[in-house]
């Protein structure tokens, strides 16, 4: 179950006046399936989905990490984003 303290970042993310850029986010979106999920799950898209391979390599990258861990990475670099403003 995820924390109040996750759940505030995760809240957070959809509040940023600036993007993050695409590197951030795909970052952000492998933390949260780690934190949530676990392990990645299912087979890899197709070379011509681009967006769907960038999202499963990026989760996959993350691959044995525990869901504490990349929860708690997760709330310190959406708070650095915050704090950034």
Not at 9 to 29: F, I, M, S
Not at 66 to 72: F, L, Q
Request: zero cysteines.
């Amino acid at each position: 179950m995820a924390s109040a303290e996750f759940e505030a970042a995760v809240a957070a993310v959809g509040t940023l006046r600036k993007d993050p850029g695409n590197e951030t986010k795909l970052r952000l979106y492998a933390l949260y399936k780690q934190a949530t999920v676990g392990d990645v799950t299912g087979k890899r898209p197709g070379m011509m989905d681009f967006v769907g391979r960038a999202k499963y390599d990026a989760w996959a990258a993350l691959e044995g990490s525990s869901m504490e861990d990349a929860e708690a990475e997760y709330i310190e670099t959406v708070d650095s984003l915050v704090a950034a403003g």
